[in-house]
């Protein structure tokens, strides 16, 4: 009997030292970690595959990109479980400066939304000019329209969009929300053959299997500006505050605008994004 | 049923057992003292005392619960907790020496062969390999054992797929590998069909005698029990209530209940009227048996007589014979019994007879037939009520 | 279909050119589930002959509670293992979340309760007289255990194929507890969900299949183990 607990007891041993060894070495390989909390269409336009080497070789920090919704970056800077946020959701980036969790919130690009859908275009919304009018005749029509309905930036933009329209869709039949990401959302408006709200990045890449016409762009809501928000330590001290500094600053710095400035050309022929580094955000799309 | 508290004249017992068995050992091999075994208020076992001799080999008979199953595994210590101690070769098990390696000195076989999930060979030799022996060793063992056995040819067959005979076979092989010094079998044949239960006692016999093992066989096949033991311990209800070699248990039952159990047949309480030096007269339902025996007039006595022992003859005239017991009765059943016809006679007491079927045919036997039965005063075993048993 | 039939090929090209990036999730993928299975069978397969042979107050419900086990939601045991091992949770210092470590944390919680109980329904099954036999044929406890152990081999392969089968396809933990860092901890169901909601369809069935194969290969080799051992 004794035996047999002797025989447990050390094979518990081996077992603790080994999680602790696989915990212990991965920690040490990673000189010293930053958690970025950014955006899945961000991780998607493949921007970050670029510069993230750049920035890794340069400061020798690893970085570990966390893509989920910028409700869940958000919500992850509010907790201190991230240290520096990638996200392009305004009205919310305000209240959380304004709440105190973020600091130095700096601009660093843009780029647009469009609203699309199938060639026929049955509420015929191709070619206006305000997209609060197309959602109206989408709603009047009560054509199908897919919703991200997960809380991410694009999804923020389109409830402001209804908001301006003065329409609540939410209930309704034609209004149906995924709850995935932008991939997969614009997938689902192609296959069920229902208009969308898409970021141009994501839409450009995957153009050719879909089925899906650029029907509204160009006004102004329809601006996806990007900023990058340093979570405030003051509220949380295990925040790499250094670290997140160092990937903000990376980010506004000249040489990374220049490539954000070039991004995407080389693929789709026209860039995915468009630096804004040092403006103001009243100043774009004007 | 009353309580009978039976008591051992160890001297004498153990002189003529060493007589017997040609030996001049100091002890017992094994001796069982106040085992007691009780689970939530019932007593599953309790004995007093008990012990065997080294090459001896001692049946349990009793009914299902009797308590055989129970005392084969205190015995070997797989059963906790008992209270009682046990001595091995003289030694108490748990100080002198450890339960470990006292364990290690027995085998034991179940009813059911319980083998691994392996070839017959390497279940033969899992008890040694368990022991840590030399594969050599090993070998030469296991190749002696599947030959004792006669299964040498399913050495290489999967345990899986024998039949129940080869499968008690390579069990009991398993056991005689390890040459125990106690080997312990808890009615390892009462699942086997006849044939293979056959033969299977048979080899047991012959190589239980070959190799001198001291052994105890659990078992409530009474005919079994005869063949392989030289003696016959009856249990029931956790107890001993006889023990001694075959034909005196068989034929000198101690009590109402164990004389039915060793098949006893006949058992008849009367009252003694008479007495005639050595034998006395009993009245049984208004007639008079005549039996040998101490009794004191006016005594309840029972009178057990066995069927092999009643004879039934045609002629109702009363002959001249030596038999004092004749009596004139009218055949109520007769019932086939195995290799016997059980005949059940109604002649003021009731009264078992076994006739074979040549006899039933010549006597001409029908229910229904007045017949004269006739058996031997000194055939009757007497139990006397408040009788406490002294002897072997 | 065409679809499938350019996922087909853009599989076979993945692993034929020894694509890098493929190369190492798939790599990451084998380590993480294989150390996770492993984990999980020296405790599940201790415990479960532990709690089948002992008898104890309480042992139905225990019995109860690695069985419910057996049916956890991956994506719950994600849940709370991230919560632990938030910065600011209780096991934070160590900072392991959104590593292959913790990733191995998560899918170790999630196969122990499934080993363990394919363990203690194997042992059970086992004869109850058996372990009286093995103990007269004079075993010691340990070897008494070994030798259940040995008996009930065949299920207890099945537990390892079905701890192992669990932990490669999980997904919803493997996300939360790791993050799907790209050439750090992302595996090849990260990898495919990730792919799909992209909208790169070909290369998530390229990976999808890339899995299955590798899921295949791994159970026909323990099955093909299991199967020799089957009496003849």
Same mark, same amino acid.
């Given at each position: 009997?004794?035996?047999?607990?002797?025989?447990?007891?050390?094979?518990?041993?081996?077992?603790?030292?080994?999680?602790?060894?696989?915990?212990?070495?991965?920690?040490?390989?990673?000189?010293?970690?930053?958690?970025?909390?950014?955006?899945?269409?961000?991780?998607?336009?493949?921007?970050?595959?670029?510069?993230?080497?750049?920035?890794?070789?340069?400061?020798?920090?690893?970085?570990?990109?966390?893509?989920?919704?910028?409700?869940?970056?958000?919500?992850?800077?509010?907790?201190?479980?991230?240290?520096?946020?990638?996200?392009?959701?305004?009205?919310?980036?305000?209240?959380?400066?304004?709440?105190?969790?973020?600091?130095?919130?700096?601009?660093?690009?843009?780029?647009?939304?469009?609203?699309?859908?199938?060639?026929?275009?049955?509420?015929?919304?191709?070619?206006?000019?305000?997209?609060?009018?197309?959602?109206?005749?989408?709603?009047?029509?009560?054509?199908?329209?897919?919703?991200?309905?997960?809380?991410?930036?694009?999804?923020?933009?389109?409830?402001?969009?209804?908001?301006?329209?003065?329409?609540?869709?939410?209930?309704?039949?034609?209004?149906?929300?995924?709850?995935?990401?932008?991939?997969?959302?614009?997938?689902?408006?192609?296959?069920?053959?229902?208009?969308?709200?898409?970021?141009?990045?994501?839409?450009?890449?995957?153009?050719?299997?879909?089925?899906?016409?650029?029907?509204?762009?160009?006004?102004?809501?329809?601006?996806?500006?990007?900023?990058?928000?340093?979570?405030?330590?003051?509220?949380?001290?295990?925040?790499?505050?250094?670290?997140?500094?160092?990937?903000?600053?990376?980010?506004?710095?000249?040489?990374?605008?220049?490539?954000?400035?070039?991004?995407?050309?080389?693929?789709?022929?026209?860039?995915?994004?468009?630096?804004?580094?040092?403006?103001?955000?009243?100043?774009?799309?004007? | 049923?009353?309580?009978?508290?039976?008591?051992?004249?160890?001297?004498?017992?153990?002189?003529?057992?060493?007589?017997?068995?040609?030996?001049?050992?100091?002890?017992?091999?094994?001796?069982?003292?106040?085992?007691?075994?009780?689970?939530?208020?019932?007593?599953?076992?309790?004995?007093?005392?008990?012990?065997?001799?080294?090459?001896?080999?001692?049946? *349990?008979?009793?009914?299902?619960?009797?308590? $055989? +199953? #129970?005392? /084969?595994? =205190?015995?070997?210590?797989? !059963?906790?907790?008992?209270?009682?101690?046990?001595?091995?070769?003289?030694?108490?098990?748990?100080?002198?020496?450890?339960?470990?390696?006292?364990?290690?000195?027995?085998?034991?076989?179940?009813?059911?062969?319980?083998?691994?999930?392996?070839?017959?060979?390497?279940?033969?030799?899992?008890?040694?390999?368990?022991?840590?022996?030399?594969?050599?060793?090993?070998?030469?063992?296991?190749?002696?054992?599947?030959?004792?056995?006669?299964?040498?040819?399913?050495?290489?067959?999967?345990?899986?797929?024998?039949?129940?005979?080869?499968?008690?076979?390579?069990?009991?092989?398993?056991?005689?590998?390890?040459?125990?010094?106690?080997?312990?079998?808890?009615?390892?044949?009462?699942?086997?069909?006849?044939?293979?239960?056959?033969?299977?006692?048979?080899? *047991?016999?012959?190589?239980?005698?070959?190799? $001198? +093992? #001291?052994? /105890?066989? =659990?078992?409530?096949?009474? !005919?079994?029990?005869?063949?392989?033991?030289?003696?016959?311990?009856?249990?029931?209800?956790?107890?001993?209530?006889?023990?001694?070699?075959?034909?005196?248990?068989?034929?000198?039952?101690?009590?109402?209940?164990?004389?039915?159990?060793?098949?006893?047949?006949?058992?008849?309480?009367?009252?003694?009227?008479?007495?005639?030096?050595?034998?006395?007269?009993?009245?049984?339902?208004?007639?008079?048996?005549?039996?040998?025996?101490?009794?004191?007039?006016?005594?309840?006595?029972?009178?057990?007589?066995?069927?092999?022992?009643?004879?039934?003859?045609?002629?109702?005239?009363?002959?001249?014979?030596?038999?004092?017991?004749?009596?004139?009765?009218?055949?109520?059943?007769?019932?086939?019994?195995?290799?016997?016809?059980?005949?059940?006679?109604?002649?003021?007491?009731?009264?078992?007879?076994?006739?074979?079927?040549?006899? /039933?045919?010549?006597?001409?036997?029908?229910?229904?037939?007045?017949?004269?039965?006739?058996?031997?005063?000194?055939?009757?075993?007497?139990?006397?009520?408040?009788?406490?048993?002294?002897?072997? | 279909?065409?679809?499938?039939?350019?996922?087909?090929?853009?599989?076979?090209?993945?692993?034929?050119?020894?694509?890098?990036?493929?190369?190492?999730?798939?790599?990451?993928?084998?380590?993480?589930?294989?150390?996770?299975?492993?984990?999980?069978?020296?405790?599940?397969?201790?415990?479960?002959?532990?709690?089948?042979?002992?008898?104890?107050?309480?042992?139905?419900?225990?019995?109860?509670?690695?069985?419910?086990?057996?049916?956890?939601?991956?994506?719950?045991?994600?849940?709370?293992?991230?919560?632990?091992?938030?910065?600011?949770?209780?096991?934070?210092?160590?900072?392991?979340?959104?590593?292959?470590?913790?990733?191995?944390?998560?899918?170790?919680?999630?196969?122990?309760?499934?080993?363990?109980?394919?363990?203690?329904?194997?042992?059970?099954?086992?004869?109850?007289?058996?372990?009286?036999?093995?103990?007269?044929?004079?075993?010691?406890?340990?070897?008494?255990?070994?030798?259940?152990?040995?008996?009930?081999?065949?299920?207890?392969?099945?537990?390892?194929?079905?701890?192992?089968?669990?932990?490669?396809?999980?997904?919803?933990?493997?996300?939360?507890?790791?993050?799907?860092?790209?050439?750090?901890?992302?595996?090849?169901?990260?990898?495919?969900?990730?792919?799909?909601?992209?909208?790169?369809?070909?290369?998530?069935?390229?990976?999808?299949?890339?899995?299955?194969?590798?899921?295949?290969?791994?159970?026909?080799?323990?099955?093909?183990?299991?199967?020799?051992?089957?009496?003849?």
């Amino acid at each position: 009997m004794n035996r047999k607990i002797g025989q447990k007891i050390l094979l518990s041993v081996i077992v603790v030292s080994l999680l602790f060894i696989t915990g212990m070495t991965s920690v040490q390989a990673q000189p010293k970690t930053i958690i970025l909390a950014t955006t899945t269409s961000t991780q998607d336009s493949g921007l970050l595959d670029v510069l993230l080497p750049i920035f890794e070789k340069k400061t020798n920090y690893f970085v570990k990109t966390i893509a989920v919704g910028s409700g869940q970056a958000m919500a992850m800077g509010q907790k201190g479980e991230a240290d520096v946020l990638l996200v392009h959701s305004p009205d919310a980036e305000k209240k959380f400066i304004a709440e105190g969790y973020g600091i130095n919130r700096r601009l660093i690009m843009h780029n647009d939304y469009i609203i699309v859908g199938t060639s026929n275009d049955p509420s015929k919304i191709k070619g206006l000019k305000s997209s609060s009018e197309a959602f109206k005749k989408i709603s009047s029509e009560k054509t199908l329209f897919i919703s991200r309905g997960d809380n991410s930036g694009t999804h923020s933009k389109e409830k402001a969009i209804w908001k301006v329209a003065g329409i609540n869709p939410e209930g309704e039949k034609w209004y149906q929300q995924t709850g995935l990401g932008m991939g997969q959302t614009l997938n689902v408006a192609a296959e069920k053959k229902g208009y969308t709200l898409a970021d141009r990045g994501t839409y450009l890449a995957l153009k050719k299997n879909l089925n899906l016409d650029i029907l509204v762009e160009g006004d102004a809501i329809l601006l996806n500006i990007y900023h990058v928000i340093e979570v405030n330590p003051a509220k949380w001290p295990k925040v790499n505050v250094a670290g997140g500094k160092a990937f903000a600053d990376f980010m506004v710095s000249k040489e990374t605008q220049d490539i954000i400035k070039t991004f995407g050309i080389d693929k789709f022929g026209s860039p995915l994004f468009f630096p804004d580094a040092g403006k103001k955000e009243e100043e774009l799309g004007k | 049923m009353d309580d009978r508290r039976w008591t051992m004249n160890n001297k004498d017992y153990r002189t003529i057992w060493s007589e017997r068995l040609g030996m001049n050992e100091s002890g017992p091999i094994l001796e069982a003292r106040n085992i007691e075994v009780k689970r939530g208020g019932t007593i599953l076992l309790n004995i007093p005392f008990l012990s065997i001799e080294k090459g001896e080999i001692l049946a *349990l008979i009793g009914p299902n619960g009797a308590g $055989k +199953t #129970t005392f /084969l595994q =205190a015995l070997s210590y797989l !059963l906790k907790p008992f209270q009682g101690e046990i001595f091995f070769k003289g030694q108490k098990v748990g100080s002198g020496q450890s339960v470990f390696e006292y364990r290690r000195k027995l085998a034991m076989v179940f009813q059911e062969p319980l083998l691994f999930d392996t070839t017959v060979f390497n279940n033969v030799a899992s008890g040694l390999k368990i022991r840590g022996m030399k594969k050599k060793e090993m070998e030469d063992r296991v190749v002696e054992q599947l030959e004792r056995f006669g299964i040498s040819h399913l050495s290489h067959r999967s345990a899986k797929t024998l039949s129940g005979g080869e499968a008690q076979r390579t069990s009991l092989a398993r056991a005689f590998a390890l040459q125990p010094e106690i080997l312990l079998l808890d009615e390892p044949f009462a699942s086997l069909d006849p044939p293979a239960r056959e033969s299977l006692v048979e080899d *047991l016999e012959r190589i239980l005698k070959l190799t $001198k +093992t #001291t052994a /105890l066989i =659990a078992t409530h096949d009474r !005919l079994e029990a005869l063949r392989l033991s030289d003696r016959v311990a009856v249990m029931n209800r956790g107890k001993v209530l006889q023990i001694g070699p075959p034909d005196e248990v068989m034929n000198r039952p101690v009590d109402e209940f164990v004389a039915t159990f060793v098949g006893v047949e006949t058992i008849l309480p009367g009252k003694v009227v008479k007495k005639n030096g050595g034998s006395f007269l009993a009245s049984v339902s208004g007639k008079e048996i005549e039996a040998v025996g101490e009794v004191c007039l006016g005594e309840p006595v029972i009178l057990c007589i066995r069927p092999e022992n009643v004879i039934l003859s045609a002629h109702l005239s009363k002959e001249t014979t030596s038999v004092r017991n004749v009596f004139q009765g009218k055949i109520e059943r007769i019932v086939p019994f195995g290799l016997y016809q059980k005949v059940q006679l109604g002649c003021g007491f009731p009264l078992v007879a076994y006739v074979t079927n040549h006899s /039933l045919e010549e006597l001409s036997l029908t229910e229904g037939k007045e017949v004269r039965a006739s058996f031997k005063a000194t055939a009757i075993h007497v139990v006397r009520k408040g009788e406490s048993w002294k002897g072997f | 279909m065409d679809l499938i039939f350019e996922g087909i090929k853009k599989a076979f090209w993945l692993i034929i050119t020894f694509d890098p990036e493929v190369m190492g999730i798939t790599f990451l993928s084998l380590q993480v589930s294989g150390i996770a299975t492993l984990i999980s069978l020296f405790i599940g397969i201790s415990t479960g002959v532990t709690v089948a042979l002992s008898r104890f107050i309480g042992k139905r419900i225990v019995v109860s509670l690695i069985n419910t086990g057996m049916g956890l939601p991956p994506v719950v045991v994600g849940l709370f293992v991230t919560i632990f091992l938030w910065r600011n949770g209780p096991l934070g210092f160590f900072e392991i979340l959104y590593t292959p470590t913790a990733m191995i944390i998560a899918q170790t919680v999630i196969a122990t309760p499934i080993v363990m109980g394919i363990t203690l329904a194997a042992i059970q099954q086992l004869p109850q007289k058996l372990r009286l036999q093995i103990l007269a044929l004079g075993a010691t406890r340990l070897q008494m255990v070994w030798i259940l152990i040995k008996e009930a081999r065949l299920p207890l392969l099945a537990a390892v194929m079905a701890g192992f089968g669990g932990v490669i396809s999980e997904v919803g933990a493997s996300i939360m507890v790791g993050g799907n860092i790209k050439g750090y901890s992302r595996v090849l169901t990260t990898a495919t969900v990730m792919e799909t909601s992209r909208g790169n369809f070909e290369i998530a069935i390229a990976l999808g299949i890339i899995l299955l194969v590798l899921a295949f290969s791994i159970n026909f080799i323990i099955t093909q183990i299991q199967q020799r051992e089957r009496p003849r």
